[in-house]
C-alpha cells in the first residue's frame, strides 16, 4: 500500500528509525550547538529513502499488554510515499 506521506510524518519515522537504521547521520562541524529539530530536519532534506523493519506490543489503557507483538517493514521514498 502506497500512500501520500504528510512531511511530518516522515519526520516522525526518520526520528523512530535514525537510533535503529543503517542510515548514515549527518554530522556537520558544530552539530553540538545546532538543535535536534534542526539536525533531524537536515538529515530528512538529504534523505531520498529509507527502509526498516519494526516491531511493536500494544497496552491497554488499564496497563494490560497484548501478548501478541506485532511486526514488519517499511519503506520511506520521496517525494511522498510510504509503504508497509
Same mark, same amino acid.
Given at each position: 500500500?502506497?500512500? #501520500?506521506l504528510a512531511p511530518g510524518l516522515?519526520? *516522525?519515522?526518520? =526520528? /523512530?528509525?535514525?537510533?535503529f &537504521?543503517?542510515?548514515k =547521520?549527518v554530522? @556537520?562541524? &558544530?552539530a =553540538?550547538?545546532?538543535?535536534? &529539530?534542526? %539536525?533531524?530536519r537536515?538529515?530528512? $532534506? $538529504?534523505?531520498?529513502? *529509507? %527502509?526498516? $523493519?519494526? $516491531?511493536q506490543?500494544?497496552?491497554?489503557?488499564n &496497563? *494490560?499488554?497484548d501478548d501478541?507483538p506485532r511486526?514488519?517493514?517499511f519503506? /520511506?521514498?520521496r @517525494?511522498? #510515499?510510504i509503504?508497509?
Amino acid at each position: 500500500m502506497i500512500r #501520500k506521506l504528510a512531511p511530518g510524518l516522515l519526520l *516522525l519515522v526518520v =526520528a /523512530v528509525a535514525i537510533p535503529f &537504521g543503517s542510515a548514515k =547521520a549527518v554530522e @556537520p562541524s &558544530g552539530a =553540538a550547538e545546532r538543535s535536534i &529539530g534542526d %539536525r533531524l530536519r537536515e538529515f530528512q $532534506q $538529504q534523505t531520498r529513502s *529509507l %527502509r526498516g $523493519q519494526f $516491531q511493536q506490543q500494544i497496552i491497554e489503557s488499564n &496497563g *494490560l499488554v497484548d501478548d501478541e507483538p506485532r511486526s514488519g517493514e517499511f519503506w /520511506v521514498e520521496r @517525494p511522498n #510515499k510510504i509503504r508497509w
